[in-house]
Nanobody, 120 residues
Framework: VQLQASGGGLVQPGGSLRLSCELSGFSMEYYSIGWFRQAPGQEREWVSCIDRAGGTVLSDSVVDRFTMSRDNSKNTAYLQMNSLKPEDTAVYHC???????????????WGQGTLVTVSS
């Protein structure tokens, strides 16, 4: 199982980005997908998760601004990020596991990160 995260970039405060997480090597219908982020000098932080049925859970810091979705036919999950703030700047990683989990060490499969920079 391999994951490929993409969609990061430089955006101004208040702007939007959509991150994608494409899974290969196995059908995504069997996995929940989590997003984590890590800012420079900080620990990795759980952001959100979408379970196999499409149910989503988001951290308090993003629940009013971010949404998750998935398209099993494309083996891809998405993180729509709106009203971005400078404190959202981080490397964002996606991970796959059977259940939605908030603890990064419980995920078996990880993609490489994609950098999101929110700055004017």
């Amino acid at each position: 199982v391999q994951l490929q995260a993409s969609g990061g970039g430089l955006v101004q405060p208040g702007g939007s980005l959509r991150l994608s997480c494409e899974l290969s090597g196995f059908s995504m219908e069997y996995y929940s997908i989590g997003w984590f982020r890590q800012a420079p000098g900080q620990e990795r932080e759980w952001v959100s998760c979408i379970d196999r049925a499409g149910g989503t859970v988001l951290s308090d810091s993003v629940v009013d601004r971010f949404t998750m979705s998935r398209d099993n036919s494309k083996n891809t999950a998405y993180l729509q990020m709106n009203s971005l703030k400078p404190e959202d700047t981080a490397v964002y990683h996606c991970a796959a596991e059977g259940r939605c989990l908030r603890k990064d060490t419980l995920y078996d499969y990880w993609g490489q990160g994609t950098l999101v920079t929110v700055s004017s």
